[in-house]
């Protein structure tokens, strides 16, 4: 019977092979490109625009129409990274189980998912910073730019789990929207939402909101909201890795 | 929960690659006003090297999940499976990645069997040579038809030489060459010693498989040495069964 036989020379790398072919699907699917490049502008300047006419709050020393646009940022990162992570999720599932059935490790698989994710988010927040600092100068550039990827991770991981639990991309974006709009909202400061429950405090943005809205307008940040980020983060690795392990789960093996 | 267990072969003549017992499969669901569908209820069958192995049955009685199983993308409440050697898996409709290239999946799903880049390219030029694609090694999946998408679908089952193939309709969108094509192919494979078990649904390819396996009320019954046809093929010719 004829079988491979490798020579002394090395199988092709998982983890390089992998992360190329999410990166070329990625970059190959227009809708994500256009999305990723042009939603900044909108939200970004158009959630600014919705503030501005607001009366400025007594807790809050920002002006409305800055701090709508830097809510417009953190949403337009979230909604961009959560949709993509839903997306790798969800749009090759039954491909993923049969490379899986090949003897690619499921975990490998996820490493390589969630690490173009999280390039993708870098390159999502870059552009997302890029719109925002055209209007305001952050007084700690690079805190702000680091608060706004890990929002986008926030909400890269939280894509990826509800891509790992939904069968289909339309209920998954649904959730995702939703979610992200309202996150933003509650969480942000708004005059419009006074007065909100204190387990606001527990929603994916709120804390990334605090840190970013710290260090682009009094260039600190407080280590006990990074830290909640932090967990958060953490606890929807460890959710991901579960689903997605079960999802891709398979009845016993066949000897290599 | 049934169980399932992999050792290497041993190169017996006619060895046993694949040994089910008792296999039970029922679809159920944790939703209201959702049905329970009951698929397999005991199913026993065994898959030798250098055999061409055929699975009929109707519409719906279990023959893809009877496959999923064997292959354990799926796993059964019941019974066990014990396999032995390397697989290679072609589902019914194309599980691909759509906007990667021809040759980028075989890279891709040759680094899950654990190929060289060396390897993957061999058998890429090799199957693409055979079944007629070398000129869509550059396309994307999303950008081929369907026939051709199916022969990529079956290439990556046969890539790695498997010693079970598991193909489940791989001729789908064939068109007639490539179908002779496709059989010249599992008659070497056979002759080989690799055992190559296929979902079939046309009457005239039961003469070219060494054994003949039907679903049927959630069991497998060994019909290759029958006189006439199974229930299978009457029904889908339209012929009423006894059922």
Known sequence: ?256 | MGSSTATTPEGNSSEILVRAEGIEKTYGSRLPFTRSVTVLTGADLEIRTGEIVGIVGANGSGKSTLMNILVGVLEQDGGTVERTGTVGWCPQEPLLYDRLTVGETFRLFGSGYGMTAEEIDEAKHRLASKLDFEQYLDYRIDQLSGGNRQKINLSIALMHDPDVLMLDEPYTGFDWETYLTFWDLAEELAADGTAVTMISHLIEEQSRLDRIYEVRDGQVYDVTDQEGETDATASERGEATDE
């Open chain 1, 1 to 256: 019977m004829q079988r491979p036989v490798n020579g002394g020379k090395r199988p092709m790398n998982r983890v390089r092979t992998g992360i190329r072919s999410n990166v070329s699907t990625f970059l190959r699917t227009p809708l994500n490109v256009v999305l990723a490049l042009l939603l900044p502008i909108v939200v970004i300047e158009g959630w600014g625009q919705a503030m501005a006419g607001l009366p400025s709050m007594p807790t809050v020393e920002a002006i409305p129409i800055d701090l709508g646009r830097l809510l417009g940022a953190i949403f337009g990162v979230a909604i961009i990274a959560g949709l993509m992570g839903l997306a790798q999720m969800i749009s090759a599932r039954a491909a993923d189980r049969r490379l899986v059935q090949t003897g690619y490790p499921p975990r490998t698989l996820l490493a390589t998912r969630l690490a173009t994710l999280g390039g993708v988010t870098v390159v999502v927040a870059a552009v997302n910073y890029g719109v925002l600092w055209l209007t305001i100068s952050p007084e700690a550039p690079v805190l702000t730019f680091v608060f706004l990827v890990l929002a986008g991770l926030v909400y890269a991981f939280l894509g990826a789990l509800v891509g790992a639990l939904l069968p289909r991309l339309f209920e998954g974006s649904l959730v995702v929207v939703f979610l992200a709009m309202m996150d933003a909202f509650l969480s942000g400061d708004s005059p419009l939402a006074s007065d909100v429950p204190e387990f606001v405090e527990y929603f994916p943005l709120y804390h990334p909101k605090e840190l970013l809205q710290e260090a682009m307008f009094q260039g600190t940040y407080t280590t006990g909201d990074l830290g909640f980020v932090a967990g958060y983060l953490m606890v929807l690795l460890v959710l991901v890795t579960v689903v997605f392990g079960m999802t891709m789960r398979t009845s016993g093996g066949w000897s290599a």
